[in-house]
């Protein structure tokens, strides 16, 4: 990965015990920033903070956070400022989805995914933007998906596309509301990538689904979303904000 300049900046990263949110965590670290991890799951967190100091010498703090919590959001934003002394970067990106048919989904299937998709990405904006805006600086980057703009038959997962979708429109309201106190707020979309949220996508979806609408003819390797984090949390992507920023190989090109 080609490397940011983020020396000294420090980011909050949610969902980070694995997957993309282990990846925006090296990719950050790799270009300099100190990181705090914040997940559920404390002994993995400690496992990537662990290799994130060995492998880039950063400094790191884990918080074990269940972003359902409102509080343990609040907790989560102060104990990093406490850490760090100030908060340059938000990664919202803690998700989850319950894969049942509409009719079969309940409020609480329903409540279970806003509350960590959505509602959590508000909550944590809120406090990281109290730091921001009184710093006159910081980004939020918000983790959505390209469900944020497409359903499909086989992925029966609509508290999944609702909550994707709202956090496009959270990031455009939080980009014109916080801009002006020179705060940026930006989306990444990722495609296909091969997560532990993914691991019920079958070899046949796969192939009649994903592959065929893929321009480029590589499978998604999950570094490759590392980028498009430290990009954005850049001095590089300065004037940009309020969008969001597609990497799915071409799917929705289609």
Not at 23 to 43: K, Q, T
Not at 45 to 50: S, T, Y
Not at 137 to 158: C, D, L, P, R
Not at 221 to 245: K, M, P, Q, Y
Request: charged content about 20%; hydrophobic content about 45%; proline content about 2%.
């Amino acid at each position: 990965m080609n490397k940011y300049d983020l020396d000294g900046r420090v980011a909050l990263v949610t969902g980070a015990s694995a997957g993309l949110g282990a990846e925006f965590c090296r990719g950050l670290a790799e270009s300099g920033a100190h990181v705090v991890l914040a997940a559920r799951r404390e002994r993995l967190l400690e496992e990537v903070a662990a290799e994130i100091e060995r492998e880039h010498g950063s400094r790191t703090l884990v918080v074990p956070t269940d972003v359902s919590e409102e509080a343990e959001i609040v907790a989560m934003v102060e104990a990093a400022v406490n850490a760090f002394g100030r908060l340059d970067l938000l990664v919202n990106n803690a998700g989850t989805l319950i894969a049942k048919p509409v009719l079969e989904q309940t409020l609480d299937d329903w409540d279970q995914v806003i509350d960590v998709n959505l509602t959590s990405a508000f909550l944590a904006s809120r406090e990281a933007g109290r730091v921001m805006v009184e710093q006159r600086s910081g980004v939020i980057v918000n983790i959505s998906s390209i469900f944020a703009f497409s359903a499909t038959e086989q992925f029966k997962e609509v508290s999944y596309y609702v909550s994707k979708s709202g956090l496009t429109m959270l990031t455009r309201a939080l980009a014109v509301e916080l801009g002006g106190d020179g705060v940026r707020v930006n989306a990444v979309a990722p495609g296909f990538f091969p997560t532990d949220i993914a691991t019920g996508v079958t070899d046949e979806v796969r192939a009649s689904l994903i592959h065929p609408r893929n321009a480029l003819p590589e499978t998604a390797r999950n570094e490759w979303i590392r980028g498009a984090v430290c990009f954005l949390a850049s001095d590089d992507a300065a004037f940009i904000t309020g969008e969001t920023l597609v990497v799915d190989g071409g799917y929705l090109a289609y």
